[in-house]
């Protein structure tokens, strides 16, 4: 590499990033073309290393695949309810690994193009070389404080997007079960026992023991009077009351959204499983409480909690 090519990349650069990156930019510069390189920084510091060397063009590319991945790992793990566990971690890990081979590979030919043009600039700029030179390591000091900033808020903002592309798509799907839901879903449901009515003295029979009156006994009419109307007492009102359900069962969970829990019974019934299903009255509206059985075995509810836990659902026995 000329003498003069390497001054201006090396004072492009800074004293510290010139012993890393000057002797790859020195092979890119004698073959006269950049190449593929794996840089480890630039793979773990990813976004915010771009942003550090001002190279807005892969800074934007990165963006668009990072808001793509972000998407496509939240949809994984909010909606795709039928994908196995395992595809969902071994697919993480591909978006997860390409995220950082993009910048690791591309990321020093992108430095070399970038600093290729700041070089350039600052020569056409200047009336002499040594301007030149003096201007590149002014750029160079004058930005480092607020490259430092303007990283670690790349850094954040990717930090941020994940975390809030998981919580947007999770809330599209079964909203969260608060705590005092969890607590009446635990709860099996009460007992109805009827109430038992009295039931009506027998009228009293005369005996073989009773004295027999032969003599008539003079009959005195007396006006009627009518008996008093008999009250009826209203039958009881059980049509919004459902009787537990006599033995083991599996609690699947309370739903806010009756779609969601249609969506779960269907899941459960096309598994092969008994489903039973309930409302119940909360602070925050009617639920729809889901169940699996009942089973005359704790153990038959035990391998059907299996296979909902299978499904991607929750499942809790409970016992008679």
Known sequence: MPSGTEALLRAALGPSAARVY?????????????????SPRAALGNLA???????????????????????ALGW???????????????????????????PGLWGVAWLHGGLRQRTVA?????????EALEHLERSVFVWRPRGY??????ALSVVLLVWGAGQLLR????????????????????????????????????????PVVDKLVPVIESPAVEPAAERVLPDPDLSGVRPRVRGFGVNVGLFSVA??????????????????DDPVESARGPLTRVRVGPFDRRE?????????????????VYAP
């Open 22 to 38: 000057l002797p790859i930019l020195a092979r890119f510069e004698e073959r006269g073309r950049s190449g593929l390189v794996w």
């Open 49 to 71: 290393w771009l942003v550090y060397w001002r190279l807005w063009d892969a800074v934007l590319v990165q963006s668009i695949l990072t808001v793509a991945g972000a998407g």
């Open 76 to 102: 994984l793990w909010a909606r795709a309810d039928g994908v196995p566990m395992g595809v969902r971690f071994g697919m993480a890990v591909a978006v997860a690994v390409l995220w950082c081979a993009v």
């Open 122 to 130: 600052a020569v056409e700029d200047a009336d002499t070389f040594k």
């Open 149 to 154: 900033v303007l990283s670690a808020l790349a």
């Open 171 to 210: 809330g599209t799907a079964e909203p969260d079960e608060p705590a005092s839901a969890a607590l009446l879903r635990s709860t099996p449901p009460p007992s109805i026992s009827p109430v038992a009515m009295p039931a009506p003295a027998p009228a009293p029979e005369q005996t073989a023991a009773s």
């Open 259 to 276: 779609a969601n829990a249609e969506r779960a019974k269907e899941r459960l019934s096309g598994a092969g499983l008994p489903v039973l």
């Open 300 to 316: 038959d509810a035990e391998a059907a909690a299996q296979k909902v836990r299978a499904l991607g659902l929750e499942a809790r």
